[in-house]
């Protein structure tokens, strides 16, 4: 089969399409012709030498990639949920080796869903690991309720859309940060406030607010404790909450999380079930074939991405 393989992780540069075996399933896996793959920030990151790259450094071959949506061509003797034929999506094997950049890739069944029939594969790869974190940090870190104020930075990202959507849902007065061009999006994803973080400083204009999902991160991080209430939370995704921090947020009486996704299949099925319902939808920007993988990370490094970048094969 067909995957992309990298040998150094230093860069986009070392990308490059090799033929491998198709890999062998476990009895609780299944095989799974990949159709569309998400490309996430976690990838470029490895990719460079930093984000997981100290965990697949000595595998070979290094595969990249965990978001995946296709179909079951195999299954495993312990499988009972799926069969051959079925269209599946998920995050496969996080903060593990995933190998999402191939033609086939091994799952466990316990990390996948079925495909909502009413969403593309391109849209349902994109509701994979960025979807999951929006859902987790909502849900099992901070266990957002009715009424709340959230806000969510970089809201018209790959994981910000997300977590507006379902903040929103969940019964949240959600305000989002975003540049101006960006505005009516983020509010057309319920959002209820829109902050242009190029014109005000959110530190200056908001108080009081129950839960900070930041997926930025740097000085971010202490600008928005500035603004989260007494017995609020602060959710850092990407440079986690330095002990400095850790500790004024303890001091201020701010739960502080530094939080990392894990694959989780309960977790899909919910989110197969807001898309099936129309609750969250996934924006998926710009789509790459297979051959220009390097393209969609330089897009996904840009930082610049309105929703999600997709690669689709086959």
Not at 283 to 298: D, G, K, L, T
């Amino acid at each position: 089969m067909k995957a992309i393989t990298i040998k150094t992780l230093d860069g986009t540069g070392n990308l490059q399409i090799s033929d491998v075996p198709v890999p062998e399933i476990g009895d609780n896996e299944v095989l799974v012709q990949v159709k569309a793959i998400s490309i996430n920030p976690v990838d470029v990151k490895t990719c460079a030498g930093k984000g997981l790259a100290g965990r697949l450094k000595d595998d070979d071959p290094i595969i990249l990639g965990w978001d995946i949506s296709g179909v079951v061509t195999k299954t495993g003797s312990a499988v009972t949920e799926f069969k051959i034929g079925d269209a599946v999506f998920g995050m496969v094997n996080f903060p593990g080796h995933g190998r999402a950049y191939a033609e086939y890739v091994v799952a466990p069944a316990s990390h996948l869903a079925f495909k909502p029939g009413n969403i593309s594969h391109e849209e349902a790869a994109a509701a994979t690991l960025a979807a999951l974190t929006a859902l987790q940090g909502l849900t099992h870190k901070a266990n957002v309720q009715p009424g709340q104020r959230v806000l969510v930075h970089a809201a018209a990202g790959g994981v910000g859309h997300y977590v507006v959507q379902i903040a929103k849902h969940l019964g949240a007065h959600v305000i989002g940060t975003a540049s101006a061009a960006n505005k009516d999006f983020v509010l057309g994803l319920g959002a209820d406030e829109h902050v242009d973080y190029q014109k005000v400083r959110f530190e200056e204009v908001l108080h009081d607010v129950d839960l900070v999902f930041d997926t930025i991160g740097g000085d971010n991080i202490d600008r928005s404790l500035e603004v989260t209430k007494k017995g609020g939370t602060l959710i850092s995704i990407p440079s986690g909450l330095s002990e400095h921090v850790t500790e004024k947020a303890k001091a201020k009486g701010v739960h502080g999380y530094f939080f990392l996704v894990e694959s989780n299949g309960d977790d899909m099925k919910q989110l197969a079930t807001w898309l099936e319902q129309g609750i969250i939808k996934s924006h998926v920007s710009q789509v790459f074939p297979f051959n220009e993988m390097a393209a969609a990370h330089e897009q996904v490094k840009s930082g610049k991405t309105r929703g999600k970048v997709v690669v689709t094969i086959n």
